[in-house]
C-alpha cells in the first residue's frame, strides 16, 4: 500500500489514529497534490454525517464514531505539513468540502482554519463556473429551512468576514447595521439568524428577510434581503 492510502486508512479508523498519521507524514515531503488530495479525501468522509449519525436507520455511523469529531485536527496537521488551502486536486478543494460537514459548528470551524492559514475566501474552481462565496450565497437565498441550511449560513458570514464578495461588483449581500463591520463575523459562534417572511406578491415567491442577531446580547447586527 502506498503511502497515501496508508494515511487515508488511518484516518477512517474509529477514532482516527492522528499519531499514526503524523508518523507517516514525515516519511517524506509530500506534494501540494497529495496533501491536497488528504485534505478532500478527510473532509469527505464528512459528507453530511451528522445527520446520517441521528437516523436511527442508519447503523453504520454514530455520534460517537464521526470522522467529524477530529476532522479539525487533522486539518490542522496537514497544515503543519504544509497543506495550501487553495490547490484544486480533481475539480475539488477542501474549502468547497467544508460546507456539507453539517456536525454543529465543524464546517465553518474548518473553513476559518482554512481562511487562517492562507484559504482566498474568493476561491474559484473553473469547473464550478463561480466562487466558492457565490456557490454558498446562492444557498443562503434558497434553501431556507433544510436541514443543512444552519452550517451553510455560517460558512457563508465567514467567507465575508474574510474578505469574500460578489465578483462582479465586488459587494456583499448583507447591510450592517450601527457600528459593526462584516469582520465581528469570524467569531460567527456568537451570532444567530431568524428569517422574517414576507407577504406574497404576484410574480415573487418565498420573499422573506434575514436578521442576524447577537446571540447574547441579542443585538441585531445585520440584515439580509
Not at 499514526?20 to 506534494?31: A, D, N, P, Q, S
Not at 485534505?39 to 464514531?65: G, H, I, M, Q
Request: a negative charge; glycine letters at 4%.
Amino acid at each position: 500500500m502506498d503511502l497515501i492510502n496508508q494515511i487515508k486508512e488511518r484516518f477512517e479508523m474509529t477514532p482516527a489514529d492522528l499519531n499514526g498519521i503524523r508518523e507517516l507524514l514525515t516519511i517524506r515531503k509530500l506534494t501540494a497534490e497529495e496533501l491536497a488530495e488528504l485534505a478532500v479525501d478527510f473532509t469527505d468522509n464528512c459528507f453530511l454525517e451528522y445527520r446520517d449519525a441521528l437516523d436511527p436507520k442508519c447503523e453504520s455511523v454514530s455520534l460517537r464514531n464521526m470522522h467529524s469529531n477530529y476532522i479539525v485536527e487533522a486539518i490542522t496537521l496537514l497544515l503543519e505539513f504544509g497543506l495550501d488551502p487553495n490547490t484544486i486536486i480533481n475539480n475539488n478543494n477542501v474549502m468547497w468540502n467544508t460546507t456539507s460537514i453539517d456536525a454543529p459548528n465543524v464546517g465553518p470551524s474548518v473553513l476559518k482554519l482554512l481562511l487562517e492559514n492562507g484559504g482566498n475566501p474568493n476561491h474559484f474552481i473553473p469547473n464550478a463556473h463561480e466562487t466558492l462565496f457565490e456557490s454558498i450565497d446562492f444557498d443562503v437565498s434558497y434553501e431556507a429551512y433544510t436541514h443543512k441550511y444552519f452550517h451553510i449560513v455560517q460558512c457563508w458570514l465567514i467567507l465575508m468576514a474574510y474578505g469574500a464578495c460578489w465578483q462582479d461588483n465586488g459587494k456583499i449581500p448583507l447591510t450592517m447595521l450601527g457600528d459593526n463591520t462584516v469582520e465581528i463575523f469570524k467569531n460567527y459562534q456568537l451570532y444567530d439568524y431568524e428569517i422574517e417572511p414576507l407577504p406574497q406578491e404576484p410574480g415573487k415567491f418565498g420573499c422573506w428577510i434575514m436578521h442576524i442577531y447577537n446571540i447574547e446580547t441579542k443585538e441585531e447586527v445585520a440584515v439580509f434581503k
